[in-house]
C-alpha cells in the first residue's frame, strides 16, 4: 500500500503516553500508528487505490516480525512466568481477531471494512499497547534497576493503578471521536447528505435522551480538557459569548497568560496587542478574512500576527481558528518566532555574502588601479625630485615643482582612500590618544569650516586611549566633517558639532547596539542640522562610489573609506538622519588598557649621501626604474637595473660580491620580489634589501617572517623615505 496515491494526514497522532520505554518496540509502534493514518487518509478520499487483500497481507506481515521482536524482548526476564504467557495469547487473539475481519470482509462494502480495521486496530493499541506493553516494559526498567521480578510487577502494577483505565478510555475516546470528526469532515457531498438525514433522525429523539446526553457531554468535556492539554501546541477555546473557557499548559506555558488574565476575548487583545494602531490592524484584518470565508463558505485561512507575551516579549503567531460546535471555538497557535528569526538570518546572511562578492570584486579593481597609478606617481614624484636639485637656486621653478608635487601627493592620498577602503592600504596600527588626535585634526579644518558655521566641539579630557592609525582617523574626521559642512550650506543657522566622550559598558548606546561585550568604548559623535538624508540614500551610503552630490563635488568614497576605517578599528558606526532634519553620526573605538607611550619628536633630516656603495634595482615598470636609477645616482650610489625578478637574480648570480643592496618591486613577472630575495639569500646569507609596493607595506612580508628584518617602503615615497630605508639596511648617517 503506497503513500503517494492520496494526501496524507495524522487521523492518530502518536502520543507521548504510548511509549513502553523500550526504543525498538516504540518505533514498530509508531509504525503500527502510520499505517493506520494510512488507512483513514484512503477512507477520507474514497481512494480506488487500495487493495483489502493488500492490506490484510501487510497486517500479517507486520504483527508477525513485531510480535517476534516483542517476545524476543520480554522473554529474558519472564521465561515463564504468567504474565508473559498471557501476553502471548493476546498476540495470537490478534492474529486470530485479524483473519476473523479478513473473512467477514467478504459480506461488507469497501469502506465499512477499513472502518472495522482502524477501530479494531485503534481498541487493540489502547489495551495493547497502554495495558499490556507499558506495564511489561516498566516491569523490565524495574528489573533492570535491581528489583526481583516479582517485586518489579509489583512496582509496575502499583504505577499503573488506578489511572490506567481511565487513560485507556481517553485514548479511545479521543481516537475514535477524532478520526471520526476528520474523516466526516472530508467526506464528498453525497456523504454529507446522508449525514444530514441521520441528524434528523437523531432530532426526533433528542428529547428523550437530553437527561442522559448532559452527563455525557460533562464527561466528554472533561475528557476534551484533557485531550486539549496533551495536545503540543497552543490552544484557546472560546464559547459564543467570547468568554475564554479554556487554555491549555502549552498556552500559558508560551504565553505567560492565564484565565484570570483574559477571560474574554476582549482582554486578550488588549494584553496582546497594547499598541492601539497595531491592535486596530490586527482587528481589521481578521474582519476582513472572516467576511470572506462567510461569503466564500471556505475555512478561516491562518493568520499571523505579533503577539506581546506576558513577560513584554513579542513572538510571531500564526493563528487558526473555527468552531466546532456546541457553544464551543477553538484556536490553534503555532510559534513561528524562531522560523522566522531563521528566515531573516538567512536572507542576511545571504545580502551580507552579496557585499561581501561585491566588495571583493571592487577591491581587486582597486588594487589593480591603485598599483599602476602608484607607479605612475613614483615616476613623477621621482622627476620632481631630481628637477628641485638642478634646479636649487631658481626660486621661481622651485615654486612650480612644489605645486607639482603638493598634486602628485593629493592624488597620492585618493589612491590611499582606494586602497583603505579595498582594505589593501597601509594600516600600522598603535596606541594613541583618540581625544588628542580628535583635538588635532580640529586644529586643521578649522580653516576649512566658513565663518557662518557655528562649530561646537566637546572633547573629554581623558585621554581614550585606543589602538589606531592616526592618519586614517584623521582621514576619518576631514571626511565626515566636509559632508556635514556641504549638507548644512544654504540653510538657516547651520551648525556642526563634534564630540568626544567615553561610554561604558552601563551605558545604552542605541537600539542596534544596546549590549556590548563589557568593555569601555570611546565615542566619536559629529552632528550637523543640515540637509539630512531619506532612508533610502541612509541605506546606500557607504556603497562605493555612491554620492548624492553634483558632478565634480564627490568622489562617493568618502564614506566608504570611513567605514573601511572603523572596520580596520574594530569599531561600529550608526547613522541617524530624517529628510531635513539633519544628521547624527556616532562611532565607537574599542578602549584599551595599556599606557601611551609618547611619540618621540623625529628630526628633519637631509637627503643621504652615499659613498660608491653597489645597489641592484628591479622593477617592471620602465618609469619608475629609470626614476629610481637616477635618485640612486644622485645620492652618490652605483645603480644596475633589471627589468624583473629573473633578471635581477641572473644579475646577481653572475657576481653576488657586486652589490651592497637590492631594492626589488614586490609584484613583477616572471619572478616576484620575495621569489628572488629568497633565492639571493640561498646564495648569500648577509645580502641586504629594500621592497617597495604599491599595497600594504605591513602585510606584504607577512608569509614570510625571514625576510621581516628588510626594509618596506610605498610607492610613491619621498626622498627622505627612502634615504631612511637605505641608511638602515646599510647602516649609514645621513
Not at 467478504?106 to 477501530?119: E, G, N, P, R
Not at 492539554?229 to 490552544?235: G, R, S
Request: glycine content about 4%.
Amino acid at each position: 500500500m503506497t503513500d503517494d496515491t492520496v494526501e496524507f494526514f495524522e487521523v492518530f497522532p502518536w502520543n507521548p503516553n504510548l511509549a513502553t520505554g523500550i526504543e525498538k518496540i516504540d518505533e514498530q509502534h509508531k509504525q503500527l500508528i502510520h499505517l493506520l493514518n494510512k488507512l483513514a487518509s484512503h477512507i477520507a478520499y474514497q481512494s480506488e487505490d487500495i487493495v483489502l487483500e493488500e492490506v490484510f497481507d501487510e497486517l500479517v506481515a507486520y504483527t508477525d516480525y513485531h510480535f517476534k521482536t516483542e517476545e524476543s524482548i520480554w522473554e529474558p526476564y519472564f521465561k515463564d512466568d504468567q504474565r508473559f504467557t498471557s501476553h502471548q495469547v493476546t498476540h495470537q487473539s490478534f492474529i486470530t481477531n485479524l483473519l476473523k475481519l479478513k473473512n467477514e470482509s467478504a459480506d461488507k462494502t469497501f469502506t465499512q471494512s477499513l472502518y472495522d480495521i482502524l477501530k479494531f486496530l485503534t481498541h487493540w493499541l489502547a489495551y495493547h499497547i497502554l495495558d499490556s506493553d507499558i506495564r511489561m516494559g516498566k516491569t523490565i526498567q524495574a528489573i533492570d534497576s535491581g528489583l526481583s521480578l516479582e517485586r518489579a510487577k509489583e512496582h509496575a502494577d502499583h504505577e499503573l493503578s488506578g489511572s490506567m483505565k481511565v487513560l485507556i478510555e481517553t485514548v479511545l475516546n479521543m481516537y475514535d471521536t477524532l478520526s471520526e470528526r476528520t474523516l466526516d469532515l472530508m467526506k464528498e457531498k453525497n456523504e454529507r447528505k446522508h449525514m444530514e438525514m441521520a441528524l434528523k433522525k437523531a432530532n426526533a429523539q433528542l428529547e428523550s435522551r437530553v437527561s442522559t446526553r448532559t452527563k455525557e457531554l460533562v464527561e466528554s468535556e472533561n475528557r476534551f480538557r484533557s485531550l486539549i492539554n496533551l495536545a503540543p501546541l497552543p490552544i484557546c477555546a472560546y464559547d459564543d459569548d467570547l468568554n475564554i473557557t479554556l487554555l491549555n499548559e502549552k498556552f500559558v506555558s508560551l504565553l505567560g497568560y492565564n484565565l484570570e488574565d483574559i477571560p474574554k476575548l476582549k482582554d486578550w487583545w488588549y494584553a496582546a496587542y497594547p499598541d492601539q494602531e497595531y491592535r486596530h490592524h490586527v482587528a481589521d484584518t481578521w474582519r476582513s478574512a472572516e467576511e470572506k470565508s462567510t461569503r466564500l463558505g471556505i475555512t478561516l485561512e491562518p493568520l499571523e500576527f505579533k503577539v506581546t507575551c506576558k513577560d513584554g516579549t513579542v513572538r510571531d503567531i500564526l493563528f487558526n481558528s473555527g468552531s466546532v460546535g456546541n457553544n464551543l471555538n477553538l484556536v490553534i497557535l503555532h510559534d513561528l518566532t524562531e522560523r522566522n528569526h531563521m528566515e531573516e538570518a538567512l536572507i542576511s546572511s545571504q545580502e551580507q555574502f552579496y557585499q561581501a562578492q561585491k566588495n571583493e570584486a571592487i577591491g581587486a579593481l582597486v588594487g589593480g588601479i591603485a598599483h599602476d597609478f602608484n607607479n605612475m606617481l613614483a615616476g613623477i614624484a621621482g622627476n620632481v625630485f631630481l628637477t628641485k636639485l638642478e634646479h636649487q637656486n631658481n626660486p621661481s621653478t622651485i615654486e612650480k615643482l612644489d605645486i607639482i608635487e603638493e598634486i602628485s601627493f593629493r592624488a597620492t592620498e585618493m589612491i590611499r582612500q582606494l586602497l583603505i577602503f579595498a582594505r589593501k592600504g597601509d594600516v600600522s596600527l598603535q596606541p594613541l590618544s583618540l581625544s588628542l588626535v580628535i583635538k588635532e585634526t580640529i586644529k586643521f579644518l578649522r580653516s576649512s569650516i566658513p565663518e557662518n558655521i557655528t562649530f561646537n566641539q566637546n572633547i573629554i579630557s581623558d585621554e581614550l586611549p585606543i589602538i589606531g592609525n592616526a592618519t586614517q582617523l584623521h582621514q576619518l574626521l576631514m571626511n565626515l566633517v566636509n559632508n556635514a559642512r556641504d549638507a548644512v550650506e544654504g540653510r538657516e543657522n547651520p551648525c556642526i558639532s563634534i564630540e568626544v566622550s567615553l561610554k561604558s559598558p552601563e551605558a545604552k548606546i542605541d537600539k542596534n547596539h544596546a549590549v556590548l561585550d563589557g568593555s569601555s568604548y570611546a565615542h566619536l559623535r559629529v552632528e550637523d542640522n543640515g540637509c539630512g538624508m531619506t532612508e533610502d540614500i541612509r541605506n546606500q551610503i557607504f556603497e562605493p562610489f555612491f554620492s548624492t552630490k553634483d558632478p565634480g563635488k564627490g568622489t562617493g568614497l568618502g564614506l566608504p573609506m570611513v567605514f573601511g576605517v572603523i572596520k580596520t578599528h574594530n569599531g561600529f558606526i550608526d547613522v541617524e538622519s530624517a529628510e531635513g532634519e539633519g544628521t547624527i553620526i556616532n562611532i565607537y573605538f574599542p578602549l584599551q588598557n595599556e599606557p601611551l607611550t609618547p611619540e618621540k619628536p623625529t628630526k628633519t633630516k637631509r637627503t643621504l649621501q652615499a659613498n660608491g656603495e653597489r645597489v641592484l634595482v628591479a622593477d617592471d615598470d620602465k618609469a619608475v626604474l629609470d626614476i629610481s636609477r637616477r635618485i640612486l645616482e644622485a645620492m652618490n650610489f652605483s645603480v644596475t637595473v633589471a627589468s624583473d625578478g629573473q633578471e635581477a637574480l641572473d644579475i646577481f648570480m653572475k657576481n653576488q660580491k657586486a652589490f651592497d643592496l637590492v631594492i626589488l618591486d614586490i609584484v613583477m613577472p616572471k619572478l616576484g620580489g620575495v621569489e628572488t630575495a629568497m633565492k639571493m639569500l640561498e646564495a648569500r646569507s648577509d645580502i641586504k634589501f629594500i621592497f617597495q609596493t604599491g599595497y600594504d607595506r605591513d602585510s606584504a612580508l607577512n608569509n614570510m617572517p625571514s625576510l621581516k628584518k628588510f626594509s618596506v617602503i610605498t610607492k610613491p615615497y619621498t626622498s627622505m623615505e627612502l634615504s631612511s630605508a637605505l641608511s638602515k639596511q646599510l647602516g649609514l648617517n645621513y
